[in-house]
């Protein structure tokens, strides 16, 4: 992908995932640039004529009713933005603050925001020229959308604040100054159009889906290990059974499941040496294929969102300019915490196939999958790890947008807490990751145990097993490593794509 050119329309998840993290140049369309020009004039006629317009000559939140001259109607802009950057805790990552730039100049493109282009630019000069503001993950409602993440964006477009420039943290002038951007005053209006809506709430959900899809493959690569390494029955998997209950997850694990496997000497059939699989194995389909629909619905939300205008008022036309709630989070944060939900599931299974690989009541491999048990622990602490991780999950999954708490006087008296909900979502979505590379480790090892049989694997999972092995060895002895060293490594196998690449090189994996 050479560069990503903003309409306001037709924005794609990955395109955010490559402006976010891969650095990808973005341009604004033409014809967008114009409807941005044509929104302002509205504005300025506003301020002009001295109508009394919301956050444009008015003050904001329940201050609405007090009256803001035109004289003064710049001041109100840089005030918003002052006090408004009230974040705390650890600041959001390079990427999430980059997808929350991408995300809010294309929400102002549509031209319905009464903001100037110059001003626009301005972000989309930073966002390509390496200004990433320093942002607290923490203090968003989620309604009315992400004030105080978002205005802590706008500070360093002052020369306030602070921002990250080449990896180091400055002053947000100096970030500005050293990327050759130049700061702004900001007029009628501006303030409120950038800092009033969703944009960090869907950028961190966003990342966090691309994150889930990613996670859903490699839950089938890692199921697909297990399943070859306790030679379990593949008869579950055919495409007979799930077709008479045809959920499309279902469905497309199934096959996933199969291409993983196909060609594999490990797999057996109904009472070839057992009469049926344990749920973790058996129930592959129906339990990672809730999670793909469930996913496959929050990333239809999220396309909707990033492409969406949700900031207030809405500039529709001289005569029309509309206070609504678009602003109001609660349209993302449902199916954000359903992403957690969905994303805790897949951390859940796999942590009981990590227990029933290292457990040698439940499999015929040697107690936590060493040669030598009791001189050496091998895998035993992985799985409580996992555990821990898997637990961790089960509170993090609790919904936040079943929360309220009334804000500004009451006059905004239901939020979202969407930009909760999205955090977890996050965190729950790289737990789970973390203990799906502890089943991939886990699986391979205990396959190679039975290396001498001869037996040979599936042409998916040989690929997967190929990628594990150039990273990490067999552990002959504890002494030999130091397993959070061999964790680390295949983790970041999952985190840069390197397995998931290397087993659709070979076979196509479904995920709806």
């Given at each position: 992908?050479?560069?990503?050119?903003?309409?306001?329309?037709?924005?794609?998840?990955?395109?955010?995932?490559?402006?976010?993290?891969?650095?990808?140049?973005?341009?604004?369309?033409?014809?967008?640039?114009?409807?941005?020009?044509?929104?302002?004039?509205?504005?300025?006629?506003?301020?002009?004529?001295?109508?009394?317009v919301?956050?444009?000559?008015?003050?904001?939140?329940?201050?609405?009713?007090?009256?803001?001259?035109?004289?003064?109607?710049?001041?109100?802009?840089?005030?918003?933005?002052?006090?408004?950057?009230s974040?705390?805790?650890?600041?959001?990552?390079?990427?999430?603050?980059?997808?929350?730039?991408?995300?809010?100049?294309?929400?102002?493109?549509?031209?319905?925001?009464?903001?100037?282009?110059?001003?626009?630019?301005?972000?989309?000069?930073?966002?390509?020229?390496?200004?990433?503001?320093?942002?607290?993950?923490?203090?968003?409602?989620?309604?009315?959308?992400?004030?105080?993440?978002?205005?802590?964006?706008?500070?360093?477009?002052?020369?306030?604040?602070?921002?990250?420039?080449k990896?180091?943290?400055?002053?947000?002038?100096?970030?500005?100054?050293?990327?050759?951007?130049?700061?702004?005053?900001?007029?009628?209006?501006?303030?409120?159009?950038?800092?009033?809506g969703?944009?960090?709430?869907?950028?961190?959900?966003?990342?966090?889906?691309?994150?889930?899809?990613?996670?859903?493959k490699?839950?089938?690569?890692?199921?697909?290990?297990?399943?070859?390494?306790?030679?379990?029955?593949?008869?579950?998997?055919?495409?007979?059974?799930?077709?008479?209950?045809?959920?499309?997850?279902?469905?497309?694990?199934?096959?996933?499941?199969?291409?993983?496997?196909?060609?594999?000497?490990?797999?057996?059939?109904?009472?070839?040496?057992?009469?049926?699989?344990?749920?973790?194995?058996?129930?592959?389909?129906q339990?990672?294929?809730?999670?793909?629909?469930?996913?496959?619905?929050?990333?239809?939300?999220?396309?909707?969102?990033?492409n969406?205008?949700?900031?207030?008022?809405?500039?529709i036309?001289?005569?029309?300019?509309?206070?609504?709630?678009?602003?109001?989070?609660?349209?993302?944060?449902?199916?954000?915490?359903?992403?957690?939900?969905?994303?805790?599931?897949?951390?859940?299974?796999?942590?009981?196939?990590?227990?029933?690989l290292?457990?040698?009541?439940?499999?015929?491999?040697?107690?936590?999958?060493?040669?030598?048990?009791?001189?050496?622990?091998?895998?035993?602490?992985?799985?409580?790890?996992?555990?821990?991780?898997?637990?961790?999950?089960?509170?993090?999954?609790?919904?936040?947008?079943?929360?309220?708490?009334?804000?500004?006087?009451?006059?905004?008296?239901?939020?979202?807490?969407?930009?909760?909900?999205?955090?977890?979502?996050?965190?729950?979505?790289?737990?789970?990751?973390?203990?799906?590379?502890?089943?991939?480790?886990?699986?391979?090892q205990?396959?190679?145990?039975?290396?001498e049989?001869?037996?040979?694997?599936?042409?998916?999972?040989?690929?997967?097993?190929?990628?594990?092995?150039?990273?990490?060895?067999?552990?002959?002895?504890?002494?030999d490593?130091?397993?959070?060293?061999?964790?680390?490594?295949?983790?970041?196998?999952?985190?840069?794509?390197?397995?998931?690449?290397?087993?659709?090189?070979?076979v196509?994996?479904?995920?709806?």
């Open positions: 992908m050479e560069k990503v050119i903003l309409n306001g329309k037709d924005l794609t998840l990955e395109e955010v995932v490559a402006v976010a993290r891969e650095g990808v140049k973005v341009e604004i369309a033409p014809e967008q640039e114009e409807a941005v020009k044509a929104s302002r004039a509205i504005v300025d006629g506003i301020v002009e004529e001295e109508r009394v919301y956050g444009v000559t008015t003050g904001f939140g329940s201050l609405c009713k007090v009256s803001i001259s035109k004289e003064d109607s710049s001041q109100l802009q840089e005030n918003l933005i002052r006090t408004h950057s974040g705390f805790g650890e600041p959001l990552k390079e990427d999430e603050v980059r997808a929350i730039m991408l995300i809010r100049i294309n929400s102002l493109v549509k031209g319905v925001s009464g903001i100037r282009l110059e001003t626009v630019h301005t972000i989309l000069d930073m966002l390509n020229n390496g200004v990433v503001p320093h942002i607290p993950e923490k203090g968003s409602l989620g309604a009315s959308g992400d004030l105080a993440p978002l205005a802590h964006m706008v500070l360093p477009m002052l020369g306030l604040g602070k921002a990250y420039f990896g180091e943290l400055m002053s947000g002038k100096e970030a500005m100054e050293k990327a050759g951007v130049e700061v702004i005053a900001l007029q009628a209006k501006e303030g409120l159009a950038l800092i009033n969703t944009t960090v709430l869907t950028a961190i959900g966003a990342l966090a889906t691309h994150d889930a899809i990613q996670l859903l490699l839950s089938d690569i890692a199921g697909a290990l297990s399943l070859e390494a306790h030679r379990g029955i593949i008869d579950a998997f055919y495409e007979k059974l799930h077709t008479i209950r045809p959920h499309n997850g279902c469905l497309a694990t199934a096959k996933n499941m199969r291409a993983l496997t196909e060609g594999s000497t490990y797999l057996t059939h109904t009472a070839d040496i057992r009469v049926q699989d344990p749920y973790t194995l058996r129930c592959i389909p339990i990672h294929g809730a999670s793909k629909d469930t996913i496959a619905y929050v990333k239809e939300k999220v396309e909707i969102e990033i969406a205008a949700t900031d207030n008022p809405i500039i036309s001289d005569t029309e300019v509309i206070s609504g709630g678009n602003f109001h989070g609660e349209p993302m944060a449902q199916p954000f915490d359903f992403l957690g939900i969905g994303a805790s599931e897949i951390g859940n299974v796999s942590e009981r196939r990590v227990e029933r290292v457990n040698a009541q439940l499999s015929d491999f040697p107690s936590f999958l060493v040669k030598y048990p009791g001189l050496n622990s091998g895998f035993m602490i992985t799985q409580y790890a996992a555990a821990a991780l898997a637990s961790e999950n089960k509170v993090l999954a609790h919904p936040a947008s079943v929360d309220s708490i009334p804000s500004c006087e009451n006059q905004e008296d239901f939020v979202s807490m969407g930009t909760i909900a999205a955090r977890k979502a996050r965190d729950i979505v790289a737990n789970s990751r973390r203990i799906v590379a502890t089943e991939i480790m886990a699986a391979v205990a396959i190679d145990f039975r290396k049989e001869g037996f040979k694997l599936g042409v998916g999972t040989q690929a997967a097993y190929d990628v594990v092995r150039k990273t990490v060895n067999f552990i002959e002895n504890d002494k490593i130091e397993i959070y060293d061999e964790l680390e490594k295949i983790t970041e196998a999952l985190v840069n794509e390197s397995i998931v690449k290397a087993v659709e090189e070979k196509t994996l479904d995920i709806k």
